[in-house]
C-alpha cells in the first residue's frame, strides 16, 4: 500500500511540473491599454495633427517574429481637411493592431476625423485608441475642453457661494 502510494505521489507530482512548465510555455506578455483622462478639447491639444479624411486603404506591417505585439495596422487616409498641423493629402497612418495595445480599428471607405502624433514629413503619422479618432459624422473636432465651473449661490448676507450644500 505504501508503494501504491508513493507511486501516486510521484505521478501528481510529474504532472504538476508539466502543467507548470506547460504555463509558462503558453502565457504570453500581458499588454494593456491605458488612456489619459480628458475630453476630445485635450485630445486636440495633446495631438500634433487633427485632420478629417476617408480610410481608402489598410496594410499589416509585420514586426519581429520575436517580439509580442508590435505588428501594426497601416491606413491609407486620402486626407482632404487639416484642422492643426499639415499632415499631407495622402497620409499613412499607423496603429497598433491590438485594442490592448492601444490600436484602434479604421473602416475603409469610412471619414474619420484623425488625432494624430509624430513628423509628418514622411508621410507617416501615428494614432491609438487613447487618441480621439472617430467617425467624422461626430462633426469636426472640439479645439478645448469646457471650462469647468460651478455656479454661485446668492448667501444670506448677500454674497454668494459655490451651488453646493452645506455640511453640518
Not at 494593456?32 to 485630445?43: I, L, R, T
Not at 496594410?59 to 519581429?64: E, H, Q, W, Y
Not at 491606413?75 to 490592448?100: C, E, F, M, Q, W
Amino acid at each position: 500500500m505504501a508503494v501504491l502510494r508513493s507511486r501516486f505521489a510521484r505521478v501528481l507530482a510529474v504532472i504538476g511540473l508539466a502543467a507548470a512548465m506547460l504555463v509558462g510555455v503558453f502565457v504570453g506578455t500581458a499588454s494593456a491599454c491605458s488612456c489619459v483622462p480628458g475630453g476630445e478639447g485635450a485630445k486636440y491639444a495633446r495631438a500634433t495633427h487633427v485632420f478629417t479624411g476617408v480610410v481608402v486603404g489598410r496594410v499589416v506591417l509585420s514586426g519581429n517574429p520575436d517580439t509580442a505585439h508590435d505588428d501594426k495596422y497601416r491606413y491609407l487616409v486620402l486626407n482632404y481637411r487639416n484642422h492643426k498641423g499639415s499632415a499631407p493629402a495622402l497620409v499613412g497612418v499607423d496603429t497598433a493592431i491590438s485594442g490592448a495595445t492601444c490600436g484602434i480599428e479604421l473602416s475603409v471607405w469610412s471619414s474619420y476625423v484623425v488625432f494624430a502624433q509624430g513628423d509628418a514629413s514622411d508621410g507617416v503619422v501615428e494614432t491609438t485608441l487613447c487618441s480621439g479618432t472617430r467617425l467624422a459624422s461626430g462633426g469636426p473636432p472640439v479645439t478645448e475642453e469646457p471650462p469647468t465651473t460651478t455656479t454661485p449661490r446668492p448667501t444670506a448676507l448677500g454674497g454668494s457661494s459655490p451651488a453646493c450644500p452645506l455640511v453640518a
